[in-house]
């Protein structure tokens, strides 16, 4: 049996909301009973992007991070609901049921992702529902990424089997896999979300002059463990990607045959930017980082 | 044989109309609408017959009616055929009521309700829209964000959704490029914007019914020194039409002609009918009105200065866009996006169509640069180096890196030998050689914060690599650093730089793919910029095409005299105004300037404002209020979907309604005249049937509609209409493009949209300037520039004195040649609002920039309590009032003790705006970005005055022109001081 999915490409969302957008379209307003009541013009967000800004001027990046209902195979909501107020259909999809679940606003803290929202003047809580109704109608999408800009967001309707290798293969990730809800709504680059960098831009001193310095070898090392190589671009700027928030401390060695070399430490909490590197017109004597494998 | 063929013409009318009463019941309601007698008869009266209606039942006898309400009178049998027998030839009809072979006499109001009536036989039958499973029908419409496919059930809107083409639709072009093969997505994607339609349709800020403030008596007490405070009274329509039109007639009867100003928004709806260049030009043609002139607001730089060093002055100064997208995917290895957001811009109407295109740069490989003061979301998307430039100081880094190429012999020589002039003084400029400082790195880097030796390594990265220089959303231009004290030095030198590189050598070109799509050029739908049903030909393109290809009765405005946009309240304040005009003929056409008043006009006492919130759009804005308030101006109408910004100031407000509500027709993104070939940044060109989705909401009206019924007061109704109703308009429309050739009316009403075949690979577009660097004759498909533009042969070179790219301008020299702030020689002036503003800088130490909005088109998207209010990157929700966002360094908002999500107050002399501070590293220090066009205005107590909590920002900026000799707007100049609001006394002004 195929059930629906949602994939999201954290690094190709570019919070223009037209998913957002859509999904208000079709619910503000509108009742479909069975599927869901209307939802009140404002305060909702059924889908919302949320936005996390690392780094600092100039060398800054954002990632926008889309979340909504993830439809989960082990949902929390359904087990508080208990009597049925929320249902499971077989293709995947969580209903909160809009007459069975009034007056339940105690549901809305049963979802941990904080994905169901109340409506106060209907009494009910009220979340997305996949667009279940026009699926049922015929439609080969939800009204989400049928509107998204850049195909950031897919609906598949694939075995649960399927699924599970196209995660792996694509490196998909799923929100708080440790609360063991079984989500449905996959990530992938969610490290532009959740893991931090570091970043700096080399400049040598030549004839006098300060010249960015391109093509510079970067090693960033953890105590003496090398953790990552990179070279340096036309800007002398260098980035690794991927790293643990509150990481500790990591050094980073700069060498370039011609130019110089240099050594920084830095302590990672958030994304770190490290400005203006100078090259030291002295090589010290370190192992050549070229031997280590690129990442 | 003809006698009795319009004889019996003449005999089926009635049982025509009773068949078609019996079939419609929305006819029978029509025809029920008045009861009168019309007489159809030839001149002679050889031939006649008249029609009686009676409360919707019409019967007819033959002969000659002693007293008709109506009389159609035919000079003789061929004319009365020609009329009354189909297939119509529209322009053999318009030449013989030219000739006066066709005479229609009687009431207006009567008159244009038989011949909408007649035509309405016709089109009664039309199938409008596709049902769904669901019960709901399923319409098209057309947004300033892209085409919609409108689901409406039960008479209201359920849902509106992009568009999904289908097999039955053309297919998608092509292409390859590195070995890669690259196709469309099958989707017309749209702007966010586009998508808070149906929200935007059922606004509570809707005006449901006329409206005459309640201290405004027209034949006692008019206290204009209330607008905007004083609230409204709810009246009729015939109330509300007879106060306009009897006021319209005492203003040429008390004043004469030009008393009437027609101030309008630039887009609002999408729609060849309905447009403001369209109905509205017609209106005022017919009633004689003083223009109020609109600076290029989106191009100034490029028009008041681009233009002179290459020409293409009818593009407003933008260079062309044609075959960029294939060569700079082919070819380009770099795109350097200076000022250029288009994933906030979406070029203009675009949708994100460009955006899987830029995708598919990045997939080749091609690097990304991207130069402005906010990493902005096409920098935060795609990645690549940001380079934070201080605003209004572009200029100085872009001379920076022409020095570099300049003396590290980084250009190409042969090109700037061959295909420019005046290069020798340019360089000696760059060295220094003419004015003692060397435009070094190091001399910019105080000036625009760029650290030297970025300077140097994009300088020499650039001249290594085959780059597109991307300025401005469209890639080709427009851009917020155009709008700043330096626009035109920053716009100009963008010329010079691509001269400088090769301009037109395959991969060396302007665009960051927004624009240049491989579609068809050649299939001919007309754009908005040609003026519709306007009839109007000196200041729409009407004249390229529309005018002959849809045969209409010319209209013309007497009224000579102009007053400049953004000097308006001054011209009503100070009863003065110089202007300069934006005329695309030729360079020299804007270096004359105009007065206010002009001699032998009467200068202005009546505003007929029509269209979008004001105080967001137009520098330094709350003059108007000052304007408006006073007693020289007698009167205001307003004509407005929404109560908001402006429209509270007026003394009548006639409630239009939106686009969905009415008919009307467009092809997505097609602008043409000013904008050829707009449908260039699409994927698929897309014709759309603008269905009436819905009935007009409350009282409101269409727009084409209010005019009519004014016209109708003054016997202006016939010529106004032509006895067009609207769906006839997009009839004609439809005629005279090229869709006529390729689908059904009847098939195209029904389905709503047409998308026009690719251009085959097989016939690839030739690229923008090509032909330039190889000497051969212009072959790109625009029209531009007029013929006796071109110095030598026709086709040949540019229309510049010398033909070539000028690095030191002919036209300045000529026209201009004293102006310090538009030396021919494009040295570097700082800004007259910037850092180096000494009396200025300690008080405001900040540079804030207003960009066009992202999540609204203009104000059209904004406000209205739509569910845009709910993204956090447009409004913020705090307390429960939305305030507009202003961007703002963690640097910076730490001095001032400002938390992300405060609540902040904007000002400097001009005044105060409450904005929502959204700290983030995104934008850099010293600078905070918000968008200009918010449509709330909403002022509250405030120190000495009051201040904007709407969040119109141009409240703050200057009104003064960014060069002088010019119109252009100096907007992102703009120096203010930020701090916490502490809204103690939140009383509104106008409680």
Redesign the interface.
């Known amino acids: 049996m195929n059930k629906w999915n949602l994939i999201i490409d954290v690094a190709k969302c570019e919070n223009c909301n037209n998913c957002v957008l859509a999904t208000k379209d079709e619910h503000v307003g509108n009742d479909f009973p069975g599927y869901a009541a209307p939802q009140p013009l404002h305060g909702h967000h059924w889908i919302r992007i949320q936005r996390k800004v690392r780094g600092v001027v100039p060398m800054v990046d954002v990632a926008y991070l889309p979340t909504t209902c993830n439809h989960c195979d082990d949902a929390p909501c359904i087990k508080a609901a208990g009597d049925g107020a929320i249902h499971k259909r077989p293709d995947g999809i969580v209903i909160i049921d809009p007459v069975k679940a009034k007056g339940r606003k105690d549901l809305v803290k049963s979802c941990p992702y904080g994905a169901i929202w109340w409506n106060d003047a209907l009494q009910l809580p009220q979340k997305w529902i996949f667009d279940a109704h026009l699926l049922d109608q015929g439609w080969t999408e939800p009204r989400c990424t049928q509107a998204c800009a850049t195909g950031c967001m897919r609906a598949v309707n694939v075995s649960d089997a399927s699924m599970k290798q196209m995660a792996a293969d694509a490196g998909l990730e799923v929100l708080h896999p440790e609360w063991g809800t079984g989500p449905r709504v996959y990530y992938k680059n969610l490290h532009r979300y959740t893991k931090c960098f570091v970043a700096g831009s080399v400049v040598a001193a030549i004839d006098g002059v300060t010249e960015c310095a391109s093509g510079v070898n970067v090693t960033l090392l953890k105590g003496d463990r090398q953790v990552a190589h990179a070279v340096t671009d036309a800007f002398g700027d260098f980035k690794f990607d991927g790293l643990d928030p509150d990481g500790g401390e990591y050094r980073l060695h700069f060498l370039a045959a011609d130019r110089g070399a240099a050594t920084r430490a830095v302590v990672l909490q958030e994304s770190v930017y490290m400005g203006t590197i100078l090259l030291d017109s002295e090589i010290p004597p370190v192992r050549s980082p070229e031997e280590a494998p690129a990442r | 044989m003809k006698k009795a063929l319009l004889k019996a013409i003449l005999f089926s009318v009635p049982l025509v109309l009773r068949r078609t009463a019996r079939k419609y019941p929305a006819f029978r309601e029509e025809m029920r609408r008045h009861s009168c007698t019309v007489q159809i008869k030839l001149k002679d009266e050889s031939i006649g017959r008249f029609y009686v209606f009676n409360g919707g039942r019409v019967t007819s006898e033959s002969g000659i009616h002693p007293r008709p309400d109506v009389t159609l009178s035919f000079r003789d049998l061929p004319t009365a055929l020609l009329f009354l027998k189909p297939p119509m030839d529209r322009a053999e009809i318009v030449h013989a009521a030219k000739q006066f072979r066709v005479v229609v006499t009687g009431r207006d109001e009567l008159v244009v309700w038989f011949m909408q009536l007649m035509s309405r036989i016709e089109t009664s039958g039309l199938k409008a829209g596709t049902p769904m499973?669901?019960g709901s029908i399923r319409y098209t419409t057309n947004t300033n964000g892209g085409p919609l496919f409108v689901y409406v059930k039960d008479g209201r809107i359920?849902?509106?959704?992009?568009i999904?083409f289908t097999d039955a639709d053309a297919p998608s072009y092509s292409l390859s490029a590195r070995g890669k093969r690259f196709r469309p997505?099958r989707?017309a994607?749209?702007?966010?914007h586009a998508?808070?339609?149906?929200?935007m349709v059922?606004s509570e800020k809707r005006i449901l019914y006329p409206m005459k403030r309640v201290d405004f008596d027209p034949n006692g007490e008019r206290n204009p020194q209330n607008r905007g405070i004083s609230g409204y009274v709810r009246i009729s329509w015939d109330e509300a039409l007879d106060l306009v039109a009897s006021e319209i007639r005492r203003q040429k009867k008390v004043h004469g002609p030009g008393s009437i100003a027609i101030p309008h928004s630039s887009h609002h709806q999408w729609g060849n009918v309905g447009y403001y260049l369209s109905a509205l030009f017609r209106f005022g043609n017919l009633i004689g009105f003083t223009r109020v002139h609109h600076n290029p607001d989106s191009w100034e730089g490029w028009y008041w200065g681009a233009a002179h060093h290459f020409g293409n002055t009818m593009r407003v100064g933008l260079p062309s866009p044609y075959g960029t997208v294939e060569d700079c995917l082919k070819e380009a290895e770099m795109i350097v996006f200076w000022s250029s957001d288009p994933?906030s811009t979406n070029g203009a109407y675009g949708?994100?169509e460009a955006?899987?295109r830029r995708?598919w740069a990045q997939e080749l490989g091609i690097e990304f640069v991207h130069i402005d003061p906010h990493?902005n979301?096409t920098a935060?998307?795609y990645?690549g180096?940001?380079?934070?430039v201080r605003p209004g100081t572009d200029s100085a880094l872009a001379i920076s890196i022409m020095y570099v190429w300049a003396t590290e012999g980084l250009y190409d020589k042969e090109y700037v030998e061959t295909r420019t002039t005046g290069f020798a003084e340019w360089d000696a400029y760059l060295r220094g050689v003419s004015d003692g400082v060397p435009k070094t790195p190091e001399w910019q880097e105080p000036e625009t914060g760029v650290?030297?030796?970025?300077v140097?390594?994009?300088a020499?990265?650039w001249a290594a690599k085959k780059t597109y220089l991307a300025p401005g959303g469209v890639g080709t231009g427009l851009g917020g650093a155009c709008r700043t004290a330096t626009g035109s030095q920053w716009a100009r030198n963008m010329i010079l730089m691509m001269a400088m590189q090769g301009w037109g050598k395959p991969g060396i070109n302007f665009g960051n793919l927004q624009m240049g799509a491989p579609i068809d050029h050649f299939f001919y739908f007309p754009g908005y910029a040609e003026g519709g049903i306007s009839g109007e030909l000196a200041f729409t393109a009407a004249a390229v095409n529309n005018y002959t290809r849809m045969p209409h009765l010319l209209t013309m405005n007497p009224v000579k005299q102009m007053v400049p946009r953004q000097r308006l309240p001054d011209a009503i304040v100070n009863g003065y105004a110089k202007g300069y005009t934006w005329d695309g003929s030729s360079i020299e056409a804007q270096i004359a300037p105009y007065e206010y008043p002009m001699p032998g006009y009467s200068k202005i006492h009546m505003l007929y404002r029509y269209g979008g919130a004001l105080f967001g759009t137009v520098a330094n804005s709350s003059r108007y209020i000052e304007a408006y308030r006073h007693p020289s101006v007698e009167c205001i109408v307003s004509q407005a979907i929404y109560m908001e910004g402006d429209v509270p100031f007026a003394d009548v407000i006639l409630p239009a309604c939106t686009a969905v509500e009415r008919w009307d027709i467009g092809e997505t993104a097609g602008c043409q005249g000013y904008v050829h070939h707009g449908a260039t940044q699409l994927n698929h060109r897309t014709v759309v049937m603008q269905h009436k989705c819905i009935e007009p909401l409350g009282e409101s009206k269409s727009d084409y509609q209010i005019f009519l019924d004014i016209c109708c007061r003054l016997g202006l109704g016939a010529v106004f209409s032509e006895g067009c109703s609207e769906l006839d308009w997009c009839k004609r429309v439809f005629d005279s493009s090229d869709l006529a050739q390729k689908v059904k009316w009847s098939d195209f009403m029904k389905k709503g949209y047409y998308v026009v075949d690719p251009e085959s690979e097989k016939t690839p577009e030739p690229v923008s300037m090509r032909w330039y660097v190889e000497d051969r004759v212009k072959d790109v498909p625009e029209p531009h520039p007029l013929p006796s533009q071109y110095p030598e042969q026709f086709g040949q070179g540019l229309p510049t004195q010398s033909g070539k790219i000028e690095f030191v301008p002919s036209s300045i020299l000529r026209g201009d040649p004293d102006n310090p702030e538009r030396p021919a020689l494009n040295r570097y002036v700082p800004s007259w609002e910037g850092r180096q503003t000494a009396d200025l800088i300690g008080k405001y130490p900040l540079q804030v920039i207003s960009t066009h909005s992202?999540?609204s088109f203009h104000t059209f998207s904004d406000g209205k309590?739509s569910?845009?209010?709910?993204?956090e990157?447009h409004r913020v929700?705090i307390d429960g009032y939305y305030y507009w966002v202003m961007r703002v360094?963690p640097a910076d908002a730490r001095q001032r003790g400002i938390r992300h999500h405060d609540v902040i107050r904007v000002f400097n002399d001009r005044g105060a705006v409450i904005c929502a501070a959204d700290v983030?590293?995104?934008?850099?220090?010293g600078v905070v970005k918000t968008f200009e066009s918010s449509a709330v205005f909403d002022p509250v107590p405030d120190r000495g005055g009051f201040a904007d909590r709407g969040g119109c920002i141009n409240v703050l900026t200057p009104q003064r022109p960014q060069v002088k000799g010019t119109d252009g707007m100096g907007s992102n100049s703009c120096l203010v001081e930020i701090e916490q609001w502490n809204p103690e006394h939140i009383e509104r002004m106008r409680a």
Not at chain 2, 189 to 192: H, I, K, L, R, Y
């Open positions: 499973p669901d359920l849902r509106v959704a992009p999904d997505w989707r994607t749209v702007n966010p998508l808070a339609l149906k929200s059922y994933e949708g994100f955006t899987q995708f990493c979301s935060q998307l990645g180096r940001w380079i934070p650290p030297a030796h970025v140097r390594a994009l020499r990265k992202r999540y309590d569910i845009i209010n709910d993204i990157d929700l360094n983030s590293e995104l934008v850099m220090p």
